[in-house]
């Protein structure tokens, strides 16, 4: 079998299991490079082949990379070649880091440095409902009902739903939104002059607006995601609601996001304080 045809029974096999886009393009770059790399047929491709790559090519990349890229060429060995070239090499432990998260006045100081108003309300709603940047460009205009003020996000990550609330201070500029994208036969509620928006466009809008904010920090979409589930926290709401905002399935994903924030450090070194007086 060519890497060629390889490749494209794995896109078949990712497609037939329902696999998001973002996991199919990610599998089969996977095994595209390691393909290039060892410059051998896929029946040739061995354990070491493997660690090679691993040792030249990820050695400087965080372990989540390292565990998606033996994820992904396992799953294509052993379902297209019954094998597993992965089985003997250990996988390592995922880093436990604090993600990067904005006050609320640098989300404020982010959107407000936006230049076009439909920029500023798709980074809004993003932030305000806690959305993955996948769910925000695949929100189509019938998934919002504006009678009931509430949105439904369809098969997000995990091939799961849920719902969210439309915020209030967004409801009259989506809907006007929403009535225009429908005069346009648009399907999705957010697109571009040459249809349907990608990641990478939404992904350039946060990080400009962030430089032109004076906003010393990595800032990504999913920092507002992070954002949103760090300022409930600080409002006391329960982890399990947030969990539920957030489309978690398992508690422990969520309370990777909700660490103890500045703002209760800060509430924590004057209980201290105040003890020691």
């Known amino acids: 079998m060519t890497p060629e045809e390889f490749l494209e029974k794995l896109e078949v096999e990712l497609k037939i299991s329902k696999n998001s886009e973002y996991t199919i393009r990610n599998y089969l770059d996977a095994n595209k490079q390691l393909l290039s790399f060892s410059k051998k047929t896929p029946e040739e491709i061995t354990e070491d082949d493997v660690k090679k790559f691993l040792a030249e090519k990820l050695t400087d990349r965080a372990a989540s990379s390292v565990i998606l890229f033996l994820s992904a060429v396992r799953y294509a060995y052993s379902n297209l070649l019954k094998k597993d070239p992965t089985a003997g090499i250990k996988r390592p432990k995922r880093e436990k880091k604090i993600p990067s998260v904005l006050s609320k006045e640098e989300v404020n100081l982010l959107i ?15 932030y305000a409902c806690g959305m993955r940047v996948s769910e925000l460009i695949n929100l189509k205009i019938s998934d919002l009902n504006f009678n009931e003020k509430i949105g439904h996000i369809r098969q997000a990550k995990g091939r ?9 201070f967004l409801f009259e500029d989506l809907k006007k939104h929403a009535e225009m994208q429908k005069e346009r036969n648009e399907e999705y509620l ?28 990595h800032v990504s979409c999913h920092t507002l995601r992070h954002s949103f589930a760090t300022h409930l926290l600080e409002k006391g709401v329960s982890i399990r609601v947030i969990q539920s905002l957030l489309g978690h399935s398992s508690i422990s994903t969520t309370e990777l996001y909700t660490h103890i924030s500045t703002s209760q450090l800060k509430e924590i070194k004057h209980l201290i304080d105040d003890m020691m007086k």
């Not at 799961?160 to 209030?168: H, L, V």
């Not at 990608?198 to 962030?210: C, T």
Request: without cysteine; hydrophobic residues 35%; proline residues 4%.
């Open 190 to 217: 957010f697109t571009g002059p040459k249809g349907k928006l990608s990641e990478r466009n939404i992904q350039k809008i946060v990080s400009s607006a962030a430089r032109r904010a004076g906003i010393n920090k």
């Open 112 to 126: 407000n440095s936006i230049d076009t108003k439909k920029s500023r309300l798709m980074v809004s709603l993003m």
């Open 160 to 168: 799961k739903d849920r719902i969210f609330n439309i915020p209030e």
